[in-house]
T-cell receptor, first 114, second 116 residues
């Protein structure tokens, strides 16, 4: 069964606007971690932000914030003030306490328009 | 200095050949991983090593064999390459093994393998 679901294959946003990339997950563990990675066209995978299941506050890192809704099992990435350099694939991932590995979603391709 | 490095960045080879991809991390991490990213960008774990010991071995053909000479290196050797092996292979590392959900993985630049 798919553990991480990203329902938006592609998204467009105007430069300087905010955008939300959706991620829902499925787990029966109480302890888990949620991660977002960015993959620009150059191909590398860049870690952006982390949210722990027990964290009461939403994670923030600069222009990135994670809208964590535990009851809905969603961990959406919000990018504020989009820049052209934000155009990339974005992957949501989850690590469960009872698993050694990290599971990735299918990704969302974000395009920032000038 | 690059935290997680892989060589080569591009690898083009004929079907049936044997090839290796090397990975090194200078982050002092205990755990290293190999992922395969297919043409649809789907990322799937293949192997994980913790302190030179195999801890994850997903269902991959036994033509793929990881080798970890020390905890800073994890190489991937592929025998008898097939067309379906064409993909981008990522190495990653993290501080600890499983059981710690905060353990962030840091990725190398990837190796694009093309099998002709």
């Amino acid at each position: 069964a798919q553990k991480i679901t990203q329902t938006q294959p592609g998204m467009f946003v105007q430069e300087k606007e905010a955008v939300t990339l959706d991620c829902t997950y499925d787990t029966s563990d109480q302890s888990y971690g949620l991660f977002w990675y960015k993959q620009p066209s150059s191909g590398e995978m860049i870690f952006l932000i982390y949210q722990g299941s027990y964290d009461e506050q939403n994670a923030t890192e600069g222009r990135y914030s994670l809208n964590f809704q535990k009851a809905r099992k969603s961990a959406n990435l919000v990018i504020s003030a989009s820049q052209l350099g934000d155009s990339a694939m974005y992957f949501c991932a989850m690590r469960e306490v009872n698993n050694n590995d990290m599971r990735f979603g299918a990704g969302t391709r974000l395009t920032v328009k000038p | 200095d690059t935290a997680v490095s892989q060589t080569p960045k591009y690898l083009v080879t004929q079907m049936g050949n044997d090839k290796s991809i090397k990975c090194e991390q200078n982050l002092g991490h205990d755990t290293m991983y190999w992922y395969k990213q297919d043409s649809k960008k789907f990322l799937k774990i293949m192997f994980s090593y913790n302190n030179k010991e195999l801890i994850i071995n997903e269902t991959v053909p036994n033509r793929f064999s990881p080798k970890s000479p020390d905890k800073a290196h994890l190489n991937l050797h592929i025998n008898s390459l097939e067309l379906g092996d064409s993909a981008v292979y990522f190495c990653a590392s993290s501080q600890l093994a499983g059981g710690l959900v905060t353990d962030t993985q840091y990725f190398g630049p990837g190796t694009r393998l093309t099998v002709l």
